[in-house]
């Protein structure tokens, strides 16, 4: 009998600063516990120190090399390029995880 395969998830995401100014590209394996990090970022950190809070892209894929490869062409995107991937998926620029639940991760932050 064959094992299961679980089922993999992982995010290539772009977030960015309140004014859509500055552009953080990044990866993770649990997008909305990477966020709540991010969010709570203090100053000592890049994200934290640049307010880069605002999740306005991402994408799924199902193997890890995918999504870090996806980063890393991203991160060598013109910004325009950024720009216009943003738009075409959100064109309002909102922050995607606005309505996101994260009280689940406050209780383990402590």
Do not use: C
Request: glycine content about 2%.
């Amino acid at each position: 009998m064959q094992p299961v395969s679980k089922a993999h998830k992982y995010y290539t995401y772009i977030l960015s600063h309140e004014r859509n100014h500055i552009f953080y590209v990044g990866v993770t394996n649990n997008i909305e516990r990477r966020i709540f990090e991010h969010k709570s970022a203090t100053y000592k950190t890049h994200a934290g120190y640049y307010n880069i809070k605002k999740l306005i892209y991402f994408e799924e894929h199902q193997w890890i090399q995918e999504a870090i490869r996806r980063e890393k062409t991203i991160k060598k995107w013109k910004r325009e390029w950024k720009i216009n991937i943003i738009t075409e998926n959100n064109p309002e620029w909102v922050d995607l995880s606005e309505r996101w639940n994260f009280s689940k991760f406050e209780k383990n932050k402590e």
